[in-house]
């Protein structure tokens, strides 16, 4: 899989800003213009058929991506929408990476060249369609007009045109030249879903077979000539810069050729990883610590407590809801969400050669004209003189939604004869990374003859929309923060939402996995059983009676109730331990999900999750198989945020640097996973995200129902559980 030659950053014409969708802006764009002709040079260099596909005679296809692959199968999943309407098999694909180019490759969904948001498939799913239905009706032309008849006689199948009249066939390599000299229609027919060949089954992915030799170049395998490995370090204290460094033993160290000091980094440059990692720790570095040197947690808690407590901007209001949360019935809950790290299993890495006039680098990221753009800036080039080679990613999960990577590591080139590859150690992409924000929600409701009739949902919290793209912040409201808090699944009367934003600038924050919706299904879900297990209703049962204009959450909500045996006892475990068993429910990205964990927990608080079983609605299926390891990844990731996430600040230092003390799930805490689907014809929603987003109050809600103990901030703290077992 090779990255393509960089041409020139362009914007795409912007024509309606919308809704949000899948945690990111939505943006009415207009899609992709194939209608015009190639160029005669063009079509005979490489019979590019339109900004996706490129056929060359030896009858190999290439296939454009528009998005990233970071392990979701994207690469997959788009090559089986364009190969649909192509005609042709998956196993005739040949995957590459898009250029940095907004006009061929922004992201419809998005309005900006982005993985991310949940939004391939919901995104891409019609556009790509329409290339391959476009470049298939290109072929069928060109063969009608070499054989001199109505090409409504022809069809195509196996990357070939046929003529089943005269028995003549010819393949799309030996016609593609004339092809790409003809003019598509401004609209084509797509195949109805029971045409489908591949679109809607299991298929294997394109990108495991070299991932399984260890064949793929991920941007931290790069290897260029004469390159040097570069490592750093940044101020343990935020905000802090460099005071004074002694490299003395560093440069004795062999293979360590160079140390370079910033402002507010240093960076040792060797041979090899180990020499600039064992020269990095030879350094006696002093920091400047800054105004941030007695910065820690419980003050930015209480701090966003307090902002909590003012007035929001109202991002949502139905009927009266403040004229409803009075008297008896009310109740009200605060919920609260630490700062999170991204802990992608590759660590920040990116590689840069700089020339006279022209930087080229190699790195994996969710934003390629984002990264161009950053690494001319921080070279002092124009953006057209950057040539971007993207390479697979080894989990974005948002951190390469941001490119200070690639700006700090062609500041480091500045000073660095030849290429240099600059990797962050495990320590550093942990105490240096863009995290999760604080969340807190607040929310009340009102209950009356065992309904909601009020509801009101209070959202406190910085605005990453306002830095990261900042048309997207309007009128003081974070479309992101409130999402799945403004649209539910659920028909309250009354309801209001608010956003208040709060903003702690010498903590960096970006997109953590599962977005705003994080936050907002938490406080919703476990809000929602609260008053269900107070009331004496069961918590499907309350779910389901304020379900009104959604069926579709209905579905997965009832899908969930019957797969998991709902209504069945839980059977004590061996070595004793309170058992529970709690549900959740989202409706956002474009999808439904209900799922349904069950927990045993222990005397002294500890929780074991021993089962989880989702319900998945996301319209029209691409790859099933994607799909169930989308549902299971997301689970995993969230499970790890629900028992051991969390980032802490003492003394103005990150606390946490490694796998010991940011621990992830492990092998033996696993659950068993269940994945069911509902198979319709709707269009494609999102599912990087929401398993993520349910399985959190899920176990939340199953913890409640073992204990009686409602726990409101994350991770699940075992001394709460354990006092409440006294």
Known sequence: ?????????????????????????????????????????????????????????????????????????AYTSMAM???????????????????PDQKDYGNPALGEQITGGSTTTLAWFLPLRTAGAKARFMLIAAAARQWGIDAKLLRTEGGKVLDDASGRSATYGSLAARAAMIVPPAEVPLKTSDRFRLIGRSLRRLDTP????????????????G???????????????VAHVDDTQAL??????????????VAVVGDHMWAAKQGLEALEISWNDGPNAALASNDLWTKLDRASRGVGVVAKSVGDADGHLVGDGLYETAFELPYLAHAALEPLNCTVHLRPGACEIWVGTQVMGKAQTA?????????????????????????????????????????????????????EDIRQDKFRPLYHMRTRAKV??????????RITGPSILARWLPGAFQKGIDPDAVDAAVDTPYDFPNMLVEFIRHETPVVPTAFWRGVGPNANVFAAECMIDKIAHDQGIDPIALRRSMIGTKPRARAVLDLAAAKSGWNTPLAGVPGGGRVGRGIALLAAFGSFIATVAEVVVADDGTVRVTRIVSAVDVGQIVNPNTLEAQVQGGTVFGLSAVLHGEITIERGRIQQSNFNDYRVTRIDEMPVLECHFVRNSEAPGGIGEP???????????????????????????ATNLARGAA
């Open 1 to 73: 899989m090779t990255a393509s030659r960089v041409p020139t950053l362009s914007r795409r014409s912007l024509i309606q800003a919308g809704a949000l969708a899948g945690g990111g802006l939505m943006l009415g764009v207009g899609l992709f213009d194939t209608s015009a002709p190639a160029t005669a040079s063009n079509a005979s260099a490489g019979r590019r058929l339109n900004a996706f596909i490129r056929i060359l005679p030896d009858e190999s296809v290439t296939m454009i991506m528009p998005a990233v692959e970071m392990g979701q199968g």
């Open 448 to 457: 009356e003859a065992g309904r909601i009739t009020a509801w009101h949902h």
């Open 691 to 717: 398993g993520t987003v349910t399985v959190q109050p899920a176990i939340v809600n199953a913890v409640f129902a073992a204990t009686g103990v409602q726990l409101t901030r994350m991770p699940i703290d």
């Open 227 to 241: 390159m040097k490995i570069a490592t750093l370090a940044a101020s343990p204290i935020l905000g802090g810069t």
């Open 252 to 265: 004795r160290v062999p293979g360590v050729r160079q140390v370079v000091v910033l402002d507010d980094m």
């Open 210 to 225: 070299d991932k399984v030799v260890g064949k793929t170049i991920y941007g931290i395998d790069v290897a260029l000539p």
């Open 375 to 427: 690494a001319a800036q921080a070279a002092g080039l124009d953006p057209s003189q950057v040539i971007v080679h993207n390479h697979m990613i080894g989990g974005g999960f948002g951190r390469r939604l941001e490119v200070d990577c690639v700006t700090n590591a062609v500041r480091i080139a500045r000073h660095v004869a030849g290429p240099v590859k600059v990797i962050w150690t495990r320590e």
């Open 81 to 99: 929408m364009l190969a649909e309407e192509l005609d042709i098999d998956l196993g005739e694909v040949v995957v590459e990476h898009a250029p």
